[in-house]
C-alpha cells in the first residue's frame, strides 16, 4: 500500500533511471532529479555514496563497458527486485495527472462574486 506522506527516498529516485541501456553516473543523477544541469562541478560525496551502494554493496547496477551511447551503469536483477519493493512501499513515481488542469478545478470551486444592492 503506498504512503503518499512519505519522502521518496534518493536510492528509488536514481534506481528508477537505469534500464538496460548504458547510462553515465552524471546523466543518472540527473535523470533522477538529484543533480540540476549544466554543472562543471564535480559529484558530491554523497552522489558517489549512493552510487556505490547500488553498485557494490546492493549490486542492483553494474558497469557495462559497451553500449550505444558509450560505457555505463545497467540495472541487474537485484536492481529490478528493489524497484519492486519500493514500487510496493511508495507507488510509482512518475504518476502522470489524468483530467483537468488543477486550475481550472480551484477556480470551480472560488466563491462567485455576489451582487449587493443597498
Avoid: K
Avoid at 528508477?16 to 562543471?40: C, D, K, M, S, W
Avoid at 558530491?44 to 553500449?67: F, K, P, Y
Avoid at 551511447?69 to 513515481?93: F, I, M, Q, R
Amino acid at each position: 500500500m503506498p504512503q503518499p506522506d512519505r519522502a521518496i527516498p534518493d536510492t528509488y529516485r536514481l534506481l528508477a533511471v537505469f534500464n538496460g541501456t548504458p547510462l553515465q553516473p552524471e546523466a543518472a543523477l540527473i535523470a533522477a532529479g538529484l543533480r540540476h544541469p549544466p554543472t562543471t562541478n564535480p559529484i558530491s560525496d554523497a552522489h558517489r555514496a549512493l552510487l556505490r551502494e547500488l553498485h557494490v554493496h546492493r549490486r542492483c547496477i553494474r558497469w557495462e563497458r559497451h553500449g550505444p551511447n558509450g560505457p555505463g551503469y545497467v540495472l541487474t536483477s537485484a536492481g529490478t527486485d528493489l524497484l519492486n519493493t519500493y514500487y510496493e512501499l511508495h507507488g510509482p513515481l512518475h504518476t502522470p495527472r489524468r483530467g483537468p488542469p488543477l486550475a481550472d478545478i480551484a477556480r470551480q470551486h472560488l466563491p462567485q462574486p455576489q451582487d449587493v444592492t443597498p
